[in-house]
């Protein structure tokens, strides 16, 4: 693929959207999940049109992508976070029929909740369907460490939608609740 | 294979048809075949899976966001680039930024709800119009070059001790803005050179919604055709693409601020009236 031309409309037409909502997944926000898919794209301009085998470009964007979001955590890691699994066996658990009542953002939102080590393989597996040995590739973390990550953060993820369903419950105010 | 390391293969299988040619799925799903709860277990969490994925996959990015990544190929390109440190989101906004000096301080372009795709294309044609100094495009190439990728000069959360930074500095470079952006939260900044003079970079994080807003110092001298465009303490707002920009000038210095937050907020955030 060469820097101009109509390869590079392919290579953002083909990754730019499953490039964002992994960005989404783990800057937790609409504009610096932007620009992140932005920088991923520009760096793939600067570096990676060198690359001779095309099967290859879809990891080597998405490896990029969490590369610069882990960089960029360094500035941000001053700032205080909760620590998810300090608390999560208190929250409750969420089942597939809950999960289709809940809006997408909703979803993305308790997934950003995640800790970093369970978040990055988790969106991968369920944004882009990547296998066990790709998420190993493409995060750089063994085999092994996937699947057992993969496992603990689908269950977190059930805890945090149960928590989010709880919090969107408490929103809804009974009519005389309201009224009154 | 036991029940539970059937269950940490099978649930490493992503979404979608599960891949039965593999050995290890297979003899799992042989095993789910004789051991119900293994069986109900694979049932519900391939269904809890299906749902998740299905709705994280409908969320749609921003509209004009494949606009502006196949614009940003269109911006001077370093001809040969250095592998530094780490530089991360306020590389764009400050090419940008140059830019919008040409474009808007300069006169060339002061773009008003112009489409996306008319405004990129003048943020692009920006630094080769005859009027803009052709070392602008050499300023934001040599800026993309050398230091696009390396950290904040000094990462910082307070708007305060950057100024003190900055003070200390050699060439003392001066930034003061606005008090509801001098209260926010801060990245941190970059000093860069910009046609001999110095600039300075800040990264401010608006109280109001969390969105960053970049802010670019350069000194007055850098610009001194700009009077009429940046007028002294009253920003004036132009969108360029899908950033949201005010220039204006204090002092001995003109700035510009982009974001992607609304004019609006945008606006609130720059306003003069305690400056």
Same mark, same amino acid.
């Not at chain 1, 991968?124 to 790709?134: I, K, V, W």
């Not at chain 2, 749902?51 to 990015?61: G, M, N, Q, T």
């Not at chain 2, 600039?199 to 001298?221: E, T």
């Given at each position: 693929?060469?820097?101009?031309?109509?390869?590079?409309?392919?290579?953002?037409?083909?990754?730019?959207?499953?490039?964002?909502?992994? &960005?989404?997944?783990?800057?937790?926000?609409? +504009? !610096?999940? =932007?620009?992140?898919?932005? /920088?991923? *794209?520009?760096?793939?301009?600067?570096?990676?049109?060198?690359?001779?085998?095309?099967?290859?470009?879809?990891?080597?964007?998405?490896?990029?992508?969490?590369?610069?979001?882990?960089?960029?955590?360094?500035?941000?890691?001053?700032?205080?976070?909760?620590?998810?699994?300090?608390?999560?066996?208190?929250?409750?658990?969420?089942?597939?029929?809950?999960?289709?009542?809940?809006?997408?953002?909703?979803?993305?939102?308790?997934? &950003?909740?995640?800790?970093?080590?369970?978040? +990055? !393989?988790? =969106?991968?597996?369920?944004? /882009?369907? *990547?296998?066990?040995?790709?998420?190993?590739?493409?995060?750089?973390?063994?085999?092994?460490?996937?699947?057992?990550?993969?496992?603990?953060?689908?269950?977190?993820?059930?805890?945090?939608?149960?928590?989010?369903?709880?919090?969107?419950?408490?929103?809804?105010?009974?009519?005389?609740?309201?009224?009154? | 294979?036991?029940?539970?390391?059937?269950?940490?293969?099978?649930?490493?299988?992503?979404?979608?048809?599960?891949?039965?040619?593999?050995?290890?799925?297979?003899?799992?799903?042989?095993?789910?075949?004789?051991?119900?709860?293994?069986?109900?277990?694979?049932?519900?969490?391939?269904?809890?899976?299906?749902?998740?994925?299905?709705?994280?996959?409908?969320?749609?990015?921003?509209?004009?966001?494949?606009?502006?990544?196949?614009?940003?190929?269109?911006?001077?390109?370093?001809?040969?680039?250095?592998?530094?440190?780490?530089?991360?989101?306020?590389?764009?906004?400050?090419?940008?930024?140059?830019?919008?000096?040409?474009?808007?301080?300069?006169?060339?372009?002061?773009?008003?709800?112009?489409?996306?795709?008319?405004?990129?294309?003048?943020?692009?044609?920006?630094?080769?119009?005859?009027?803009?100094?052709?070392?602008?495009?050499?300023?934001?190439?040599?800026?993309?070059?050398?230091?696009?990728?390396?950290?904040?000069?000094?990462?910082?959360?307070?708007?305060?001790?950057?100024?003190?930074?900055?003070?200390?500095?050699?060439?003392?470079?001066?930034?003061?803005?606005?008090?509801?952006?001098?209260?926010?939260?801060?990245?941190?900044?970059?000093?860069?050179?910009?046609?001999?003079?110095?600039?300075?970079?800040?990264?401010?994080?608006?109280?109001?919604?969390?969105?960053?807003?970049?802010?670019?110092?350069?000194?007055?001298?850098?610009?001194?055709?700009?009077?009429?465009?940046?007028?002294?303490?009253?920003?004036?707002?132009?969108?360029?693409?899908?950033?949201?920009?005010?220039?204006?000038?204090?002092?001995?210095?003109?700035?510009?601020?982009?974001?992607?937050?609304?004019?609006?907020?945008?606006?609130?955030?720059?306003?003069?009236?305690?400056?």
């Amino acid at each position: 693929m060469s820097v101009t031309g109509p390869d590079m409309d392919e290579v953002v037409a083909e990754f730019y959207v499953p490039l964002y909502r992994f &960005a989404l997944s783990l800057a937790g926000s609409v +504009a !610096p999940a =932007s620009d992140l898919t932005q /920088e991923t *794209f520009y760096l793939w301009l600067q570096h990676g049109t060198g690359l001779r085998d095309p099967s290859k470009v879809k990891g080597w964007l998405f490896t990029t992508l969490y590369r610069e979001h882990l960089r960029g955590n360094r500035r941000t890691l001053r700032f205080p976070h909760h620590e998810l699994e300090e608390v999560v066996s208190e929250l409750p658990v969420v089942g597939p029929a809950d999960v289709g009542l809940i809006d997408g953002r909703l979803v993305m939102q308790a997934l &950003a909740q995640l800790d970093e080590n369970h978040r +990055a !393989p988790l =969106s991968l597996f369920y944004l /882009e369907s *990547f296998t066990y040995p790709e998420i190993s590739e493409a995060l750089g973390i063994p085999i092994g460490t996937v699947m057992s990550r993969l496992s603990r953060g689908r269950d977190q993820l059930r805890r945090c939608l149960g928590a989010s369903l709880s919090a969107e419950d408490r929103k809804v105010l009974p009519f005389f609740q309201a009224k009154a | 294979m036991n029940r539970t390391q059937a269950q940490f293969i099978l649930g490493a299988c992503p979404p979608g048809p599960l891949p039965t040619d593999d050995p290890q799925v297979a003899e799992a799903l042989a095993l789910a075949e004789t051991d119900g709860v293994l069986a109900a277990w694979l049932a519900e969490t391939r269904s809890f899976d299906a749902a998740v994925a299905a709705k994280l996959r409908s969320i749609e990015p921003p509209a004009d966001l494949k606009d502006a990544i196949l614009a940003g190929r269109r911006l001077p390109a370093p001809a040969q680039a250095k592998v530094g440190g780490p530089w991360r989101r306020p590389v764009r906004p400050v090419l940008w930024a140059l830019a919008a000096m040409g474009a808007g301080i300069l006169g060339v372009a002061v773009l008003r709800e112009v489409d996306d795709g008319k405004a990129n294309d003048q943020i692009a044609e920006a630094g080769t119009a005859q009027d803009v100094p052709g070392d602008l495009r050499m300023a934001a190439a040599k800026f993309l070059s050398e230091g696009w990728r390396h950290d904040f000069d000094y990462p910082e959360s307070s708007f305060p001790k950057i100024q003190q930074w900055a003070a200390e500095q050699p060439g003392q470079v001066r930034i003061e803005v606005p008090a509801e952006l001098a209260a926010s939260r801060t990245y941190g900044c970059k000093v860069f050179e910009w046609q001999g003079h110095r600039a300075m970079l800040v990264c401010f994080v608006a109280k109001d919604d969390d969105q960053v807003i970049h802010v670019v110092s350069v000194d007055r001298s850098a610009l001194p055709d700009a009077e009429r465009t940046a007028p002294e303490q009253a920003p004036v707002f132009a969108q360029v693409g899908r950033w949201n920009t005010a220039v204006w000038s204090h002092g001995s210095r003109r700035y510009v601020a982009l974001s992607t937050m609304s004019s609006e907020t945008l606006a609130r955030n720059v306003r003069p009236r305690r400056l």
